[in-house]
C-alpha cells in the first residue's frame, strides 16, 4: 500500500507541475517583454495545439551598443569629423553585429531543441527558425494558451510568462511567440460613389482626388528633380499586381514606368490579399512624387513574419541598396519594445539611410503607441488634408487630417522611449506634448482623397499610408541634388528637420499647419495643431526646393587656409573658405566653440567663397574655426 501511496503522490505532482507550465530552470536567461499586457486581466481558453507550427525570429543583441549611439549622434551632426561618413553592411557588422560565435552558439542551441532554422542574415542579428507548439514550448519554457481578444473580434495566442534560454546564451527577443498584435496598412477607402462627401476636390483625378503630378506641384513647384538615379525601398506584408501600376500610369499621365524589383521576405507572398491596395498605393505615391526614380524595391512578406525579419532583409540587401524607405503598416495593439528591430533602425541609420514610417489613421493615441510608430530611430509622418488652386494646382492651404470618429492621422507620446536629444528644447504646453518622452509624428504630408488603382479597380484611398510613401518619394529628390553635388544621401533626416524647425529659416523650409486636430471620442482633448511643432503633423509639409536644399546643405567645405592657427594677444587672423553650390547659404561660424557673431569682430563676403576678414581675439592660444 505504501508503494501504491508514493506512487500515487508522485503522479498527482507530475500532473500539478503540468497543469502549471513551464517555469525558468536556474541558470536560465528570462527573455522581459513577452506577455502582452492584456493577458492579466484574461482567461485562457485552451492551450495551443502542440502539433500547431510557429515561425520565430530570434534576435540577438548588437555589440558595443552605445558605441553606435555616439557614432549615430555624430553621422548627423554637422561639427563632427564623422558627419555623413555612413557604414557599409559589412562595416556595421564588423563593428556593431554579433559575433559569429554568438550566432553560431544560437543556431546550436535551435537546432538541439528541435527547432528548424529557416533564415540566417548576414549582420548575424536575427536568426529565423519554424517548430512546433509542443517544441517552442520545451526550448523556451512556456506554455502558449489561446484568449479571446479584448477590442478585436478573434482569438490570439501568447506565452502565459516570459520565455527564456540557456543563461549563457547571447539572446535578446523572440518575435512570433504570440500574434497579439497583427500587422495592419495604414489606409482606408471611400468608394467612388461618395463624391458628395468629398473635399475638397482639389485634384485632377476621378471626382477631384489627387494624383499623379498634383503632389508635385503642391509640394516641389518648380523643381525638376525627378528621383532619377535613387532607389526606394517599400516594406510590404503583402502583394500587388504589375497591371495596377501600369493603369495608374496611364491614368496619371506619367510616362515613365519604373523598375519593380520584388524581393520575397519569409517566403514572400504568392498572391495578392487584402493588403494588395497598401502595396498599389505605395508604388503610385512614389512614382507620383518622383516620377523617373530608377528602382522600386517591394519587399513583400506573409503578415506573419517578423518585423526583425523584413527589416533585416532591407538592412543588409547590398544587391538593392536603397537610401530611401517607406513603411505604411503598423501593429494593431500597442505593446512592449521590440528591441531588436530597434537595432536594426539604427543599423539603417548608421549606413545612411533614411526611412519613413506612416504614423497611424486612428487620431491621438490612445493607451500606448504600436510598434513601429514609437521609434526614435525613423521618421514619423503624419497626415493632412490638401487644397490646391485646382487640379494640378498650386499648394493653398492644410489642415490635420481627421475625418472624426476615430480615423485620422496617429499622433502621440511614447510609453517606451525618453524624448531624443534633437526633439528637445521645444514648448510642449500649446501642443500637449511631453518634455521628458518621444513625441510623434514628426512631419507630415497630405493623407486625404488620394486616387488610386487596385486589383483592376479605381478608389479613393485615404491615411497616413499616402503620407509616408510620398515622403519617401521626396527624400529621392534631395538625394538625387546630393548626388549632383558629389554628396551622399542625407540619411536619418530628424536631427537636421528638428534644427530646421528651431530655426529662423523653418517658415520658408515647412508649411506650417495651425489647423485641425487628431481629436477624437477616446480623446476628445489630444492633440491640436498649433504653430509650429505640434503632435498631429510634427512640423509640417515640404516646400520644395528651399526644404530640399536645407537638408543637402551644409555643402562639403574646403579650407584654402589652416582651419588652426596659432595667435598672440590683439591680432587678427583671417580664415577663408570655399564651398561648393549655389548660394545662399547659412552657416554657423564657430571659433573656439565661441559663436563669432556673438564675440569677435567679423567682416566678409556670403558668395561660394566666404573669408572671415577679422577675427580678434584677445588671448593667446591656438584658434581653431568650425564651420
Known amino acids: 500500500m505504501r508503494v501504491l501511496k508514493t506512487t500515487a503522490t508522485a503522479l498527482l505532482f507530475f500532473i500539478c507541475l503540468a497543469s502549471a507550465g513551464f517555469g525558468a530552470e536556474p541558470g536560465r536567461l528570462v527573455l522581459r517583454g513577452h506577455v502582452p499586457a492584456a493577458v492579466a486581466q484574461l482567461t485562457s481558453k485552451n492551450r495551443l495545439p502542440a502539433t500547431n507550427h510557429l515561425s520565430l525570429a530570434l534576435g540577438l543583441p548588437l555589440r558595443n551598443e552605445n558605441a553606435l549611439d555616439e557614432l549615430i549622434a555624430q553621422l548627423y ?10 557604414l557599409t553592411p559589412a562595416e556595421f557588422t564588423a563593428r556593431f553585429g554579433p559575433t559569429e560565435t554568438d550566432y553560431q552558439a544560437v543556431i546550436q ?18 536568426l529565423d527558425v519554424a517548430a512546433r507548439v509542443a517544441d517552442v514550448e520545451r526550448a523556451f519554457q512556456v506554455t502558449l494558451r489561446t484568449y479571446r481578444h479584448p477590442t478585436e473580434n478573434r482569438d490570439f495566442f501568447a506565452p502565459d510568462a516570459d520565455p527564456s534560454v540557456t543563461g549563457a546564451l547571447s539572446v535578446l527577443h523572440i518575435s512570433g511567440l504570440d500574434n497579439y498584435s497583427l500587422r495592419r496598412p495604414m489606409s482606408v477607402v471611400r468608394p467612388l460613389t461618395t463624391t458628395a462627401q468629398v473635399v475638397p476636390r482639389g485634384g485632377s483625378g476621378v471626382s477631384g482626388s489627387y494624383m499623379g503630378n498634383d503632389f508635385r506641384a ?8 525627378t528621383g532619377s538615379g535613387q532607389s526606394v525601398a517599400l516594406l510590404q506584408f503583402d502583394g500587388y499586381g504589375s497591371n495596377d501600376i501600369a493603369s495608374y500610369i496611364s491614368q496619371a499621365g506619367l510616362t515613365n514606368y519604373p523598375s ?25 505615391m512614389v512614382i507620383s512624387m518622383a516620377p523617373d526614380v530608377s528602382k522600386i524595391i517591394v519587399y513583400e512578406a506573409p503578415n506573419t513574419t517578423a518585423w526583425s525579419t523584413i527589416l533585416s532583409a532591407i538592412a543588409n540587401d547590398t544587391n538593392n541598396p536603397a537610401s530611401q524607405i517607406s513603411c505604411s503598416w503598423g501593429n494593431s495593439s500597442a505593446g512592449p519594445k521590440d528591441p531588436t528591430s530597434e537595432g536594426l533602425f539604427k543599423q539603417m541609420a548608421a549606413q545612411g539611410q533614411s526611412f519613413f514610417n506612416a504614423s497611424g489613421d486612428s487620431d491621438a493615441f490612445v493607451g500606448g503607441v504600436p510598434f513601429p510608430s514609437e521609434s526614435t530611430n525613423i521618421t514619423q509622418v503624419g497626415g493632412t488634408t490638401l487644397f490646391t488652386t485646382g487640379p494640378g494646382g498650386a499648394w493653398t492651404s492644410e489642415v490635420a487630417w481627421n475625418r472624426g470618429g476615430g480615423v485620422g492621422g496617429g499622433g502621440g507620446v511614447s510609453a517606451n522611449y525618453g524624448i531624443p536629444g534633437w526633439q528637445q528644447g521645444l514648448n510642449m504646453t500649446a501642443n500637449q506634448g511631453s518634455t521628458t518622452l518621444r513625441n510623434v509624428p514628426d512631419v507630415a504630408l497630405t493623407s486625404e482623397w488620394v486616387f488610386v488603382v487596385t486589383s483592376g479597380n479605381m478608389g479613393i484611398a485615404a491615411g497616413t499610408s499616402c503620407a509616408a510613401p510620398l515622403w519617401a518619394g521626396f527624400m529621392a529628390l534631395v538625394n538625387q541634388q546630393a548626388a549632383a553635388a558629389g554628396q551622399g544621401p542625407a540619411g536619418f533626416i530628424n536631427p537636421a528637420v528638428y534644427a530646421i524647425g528651431k530655426s529662423s529659416i523653418y517658415n520658408s523650409c515647412f508649411n506650417d499647419t495651425t489647423t485641425g486636430n487628431n481629436f477624437s471620442p477616446s480623446s476628445p482633448t489630444n492633440f491640436p495643431a498649433v504653430t509650429g511643432y505640434d503632435l498631429c503633423t510634427g512640423w509640417g509639409t515640404p516646400t520644395g526646393s528651399n526644404l530640399i536644399n536645407a537638408l543637402v546643405w551644409p555643402p562639403p567645405i574646403f579650407l584654402t587656409q589652416p582651419a588652426s592657427r596659432n595667435v598672440t594677444n590683439g591680432t587678427s587672423v583671417t580664415f577663408s573658405v570655399t564651398v561648393s553650390g549655389a548660394a545662399p547659404f547659412i552657416y554657423n561660424w564657430l571659433c573656439n566653440g565661441t559663436n563669432l557673431f556673438d564675440g569677435g ?12 576678414t577679422t ?13
Do not use: W
Not at 78 to 84: A, C, K, L, V
Not at 109 to 119: K, S
Open 109 to 126: 542551441f535551435a537546432e538541439t531543441n528541435g527547432l528548424t532554422v529557416t533564415g540566417k542574415h548576414n549582420n548575424r542579428v536575427v
Open 260 to 284: 519593380l524589383t520584388n524581393v520575397a521576405v519569409n517566403g514572400g507572398v504568392l498572391y495578392p490579399g487584402n493588403g494588395a491596395l497598401e502595396v498599389c498605393l505605395d508604388i503610385e
Open 218 to 225: 503642391a509640394y516641389v513647384p518648380g523643381v525638376t528633380l
Open 615 to 627: 577675427a580678434t581675439t584677445n588671448n593667446s592660444g591656438s584658434y581653431q574655426l568650425v564651420v
Open 601 to 612: 569682430n567679423l567682416s566678409g563676403s556670403t558668395g561660394n567663397a566666404l573669408s572671415i
Open 77 to 86: 551632426d554637422p561639427r563632427s569629423t564623422n558627419y555623413h561618413k555612413y
